[in-house]
């Protein structure tokens, strides 16, 4: 018989090759089981606190003053101010945000080199908003073994039911969490009154769409891949702790050899462990901590509250899973007494630097001027040459005014004899003669000045000096702005 030989002349009798091995494995359902313990107590206290903080603390109000935004907590865009409580920051003070974000990152090194991860155990909003999904879908579909049971099963209207319900509750934190961020930009009451009948700015509809997306994709279906894949914590929080930083651990010191164990057994030449596999069952990762330390584990410590409920169970001491540290469990393997180390160089330089850097932004903070100006010369034209031979220049005379009650305000200029200055709208005087106006509470007034010398010094590099007095305050700042006449 004659082979058929095919196009690009392949035997198809011939052994086809192996395709290589796929760089991303598909996502495997974990099913966690409920916990019962004091973690577990600990994780719903602290998703309850997290999440009324952050869908409530738009509604609070704080009175500023007149004129000036009540919410407690917003970042008003439209005028160029983030209000925290009784802080105010303004668009020039933005290195305040900046050194907090310092003082928040160093605070989680510092919790990171004393607990490991516990920040991503309980407050990652991640794991939080993961767990409400969670609660929601043990709601409907049960524990478990009943979800495992109910996703195995055919379609039917029991199961369309109870996935459609899960699903809709779902989308609807989703959307109230996206609906919950737009109230920290704009005033609360009235975003929340004009969302709904098509009259919010487009962006408030383009950020609730996106955070109700990425919140309904993240805890409701991507879940463990956040933060075995998307996260970069994982991967730095290697640097941050060493062989005596607190981390979710089995002791298998006492642990092992583990297998299984019947009522009446002696516990002889055996450990503590007896296999039972609740700690994995837990798990919201589905790692088995009996593994070591692994990049998936988030220190949620719900394997300790299960294996504590086995070690009850069985007649052995509790904490076979338990908050310790590498050096510890080392130690006691080899028949000494571990010792634990809180306070170690990096524990101590993380808390210094953040009292230090706390200290300096409280000092500049309780020190900073309520009344700040500028003077800004115009580039275009440079300098007019009048029609008696003066030489004028313009600026913009920009007045800051950061406290709740309106300033007399008096402006002042030093310069060569006959120098003249004037103030569009209030007027004009010679240099060492004063214009005064009043400027507004909370505001930033921008005025037109136009700064005239002699003919006589347009060979010259005038220099001036404005001076700007607070009349309540006496407060005085000054500015020296350039004077351009022409000359080489």
Same mark, same amino acid.
């Given at each position: 018989?004659?082979?058929?030989?095919?196009?690009?002349?392949?035997?198809?009798?011939?052994?086809?090759?192996?395709?290589?091995?796929?760089?991303?494995?598909?996502?495997?359902?974990?099913?966690?089981?409920?916990?019962?313990?004091?973690?577990?107590?600990?994780?719903?206290?602290?998703?309850?606190?997290?999440?009324?903080?952050?869908?409530?603390?738009?509604?609070?109000?704080?009175?500023?003053?007149?004129?000036?935004?009540?919410?407690?907590?917003?970042?008003?865009?439209?005028?160029?101010?983030?209000?925290?409580?009784?802080?105010?920051?303004?668009?020039?003070?933005?290195?305040?945000?900046?050194?907090?974000?310092?003082?928040?990152?160093?605070?989680?090194?510092?919790?990171?080199?004393?607990?490991?991860?516990?920040?991503?155990?309980?407050?990652?909003?991640?794991?939080?908003?993961?767990?409400?999904?969670?609660?929601?879908?043990?709601?409907?579909?049960?524990?478990?073994?009943?979800?495992?049971?109910?996703?195995?099963?055919?379609?039917?209207?029991?199961?369309?039911?109870?996935?459609?319900?899960?699903?809709?509750?779902?989308?609807?934190?989703?959307?109230?969490?996206?609906?919950?961020?737009?109230?920290?930009?704009?005033?609360?009451?009235?975003?929340?009154?004009?969302?709904?009948?098509?009259?919010?700015?487009?962006?408030?509809?383009?950020?609730?769409?996106?955070?109700?997306?990425?919140?309904?994709?993240?805890?409701?279906?991507?879940?463990?891949?956040?933060?075995?894949?998307?996260?970069?914590?994982?991967?730095?929080?290697?640097?941050?702790?060493?062989?005596?930083?607190?981390?979710?651990?089995?002791?298998?010191?006492?642990?092992?050899?583990?297998?299984?164990?019947?009522?009446?057994?002696?516990?002889?030449?055996?450990?503590?462990?007896?296999?039972?596999?609740?700690?994995?069952?837990?798990?919201?990762?589905?790692?088995?901590?009996?593994?070591?330390?692994?990049?998936?584990?988030?220190?949620?410590?719900?394997?300790?509250?299960?294996?504590?409920?086995?070690?009850?169970?069985?007649?052995?001491?509790?904490?076979?899973?338990?908050?310790?540290?590498?050096?510890?469990?080392?130690?006691?393997?080899?028949?000494?007494?571990?010792?634990?180390?809180?306070?170690?160089?990096?524990?101590?330089?993380?808390?210094?630097?953040?009292?230090?850097?706390?200290?300096?932004?409280?000092?500049?903070?309780?020190?900073?001027?309520?009344?700040?100006?500028?003077?800004?010369? %115009?580039?275009?034209?440079?300098?007019?040459?009048?029609?008696?031979?003066?030489?004028?220049?313009?600026?913009?005379?920009?007045?800051?005014?950061?406290?709740?009650?309106?300033?007399?305000?008096?402006?002042?200029?030093?310069?060569? %004899?006959?120098?003249?200055?004037?103030?569009?709208?209030?007027?004009?005087?010679?240099?060492?003669?004063?214009?005064?106006?009043?400027?507004?509470?909370?505001?930033?007034?921008?005025?037109?000045?136009?700064?005239?010398?002699?003919?006589?010094?347009?060979?010259?590099?005038?220099?001036?000096?404005?001076?700007?007095?607070?009349?309540?305050?006496?407060?005085?700042?000054?500015?020296?702005?350039?004077?351009?006449?022409?000359?080489?």
């Amino acid at each position: 018989m004659t082979k058929i030989t095919l196009i690009q002349g392949r035997d198809p009798d011939a052994p086809r090759p192996e395709r290589p091995p796929s760089l991303y494995e598909k996502r495997t359902q974990i099913y966690p089981k409920l916990a019962h313990g004091r973690f577990r107590t600990i994780k719903w206290a602290v998703m309850a606190v997290t999440l009324g903080i952050y869908y409530l603390i738009p509604w609070l109000r704080w009175e500023r003053g007149p004129g000036i935004p009540d919410q407690a907590v917003l970042a008003d865009f439209n005028g160029e101010k983030f209000y925290f409580f009784f802080l105010e920051i303004w668009p020039q003070e933005i290195y305040y945000l900046g050194g907090l974000l310092i003082v928040g990152a160093l605070g989680l090194f510092l919790v990171t080199s004393l607990f490991g991860r516990v920040w991503c155990g309980y407050t990652c909003p991640q794991t939080v908003w993961t767990d409400l999904y969670i609660w929601v879908e043990r709601a409907f579909e049960g524990d478990r073994a009943a979800r495992m049971r109910l996703d195995h099963a055919p379609m039917s209207l029991n199961k369309a039911l109870r996935k459609g319900g899960k699903h809709t509750v779902w989308l609807l934190i989703a959307f109230l969490t996206g609906g919950a961020f737009i109230l920290y930009w704009h005033d609360a009451p009235t975003i929340a009154r004009t969302f709904f009948i098509g009259e919010a700015p487009l962006t408030a509809y383009f950020f609730a769409g996106v955070l109700t997306f990425t919140t309904y994709a993240l805890a409701g279906t991507m879940r463990e891949q956040v933060c075995t894949y998307l996260c970069p914590w994982p991967r730095i929080q290697g640097a941050l702790t060493d062989e005596h930083a607190l981390n979710v651990t089995y002791r298998y010191d006492r642990g092992e050899p583990r297998g299984p164990h019947r009522k009446g057994e002696s516990w002889d030449g055996r450990g503590d462990c007896i296999d039972c596999k609740q700690c994995v069952q837990v798990c919201p990762m589905g790692i088995d901590i009996r593994d070591g330390d692994q990049l998936e584990c988030i220190h949620c410590a719900l394997c300790i509250d299960a294996c504590d409920d086995i070690m009850k169970k069985v007649g052995r001491p509790t904490a076979l899973i338990a908050y310790d540290t590498d050096k510890a469990v080392t130690t006691r393997a080899a028949g000494g007494k571990p010792r634990y180390k809180l306070l170690r160089t990096r524990t101590i330089l993380y808390a210094i630097l953040i009292a230090l850097i706390s200290s300096l932004m409280l000092w500049g903070y309780a020190s900073k001027s309520t009344y700040e100006f500028s003077v800004l010369k %115009d580039r275009s034209p440079p300098y007019i040459r009048l029609s008696d031979g003066r030489i004028r220049n313009g600026y913009t005379l920009k007045l800051v005014n950061k406290s709740n009650q309106a300033e007399d305000t008096i402006v002042t200029l030093e310069g060569p %004899d006959g120098t003249e200055f004037e103030i569009i709208g209030l007027g004009s005087m010679p240099a060492g003669e004063s214009l005064s106006f009043t400027a507004a509470a909370h505001g930033v007034g921008r005025y037109r000045m136009l700064v005239t010398v002699p003919a006589s010094l347009a060979a010259t590099q005038p220099a001036l000096t404005v001076r700007v007095t607070s009349a309540r305050t006496g407060e005085i700042a000054e500015a020296r702005p350039p004077f351009t006449t022409g000359a080489p």
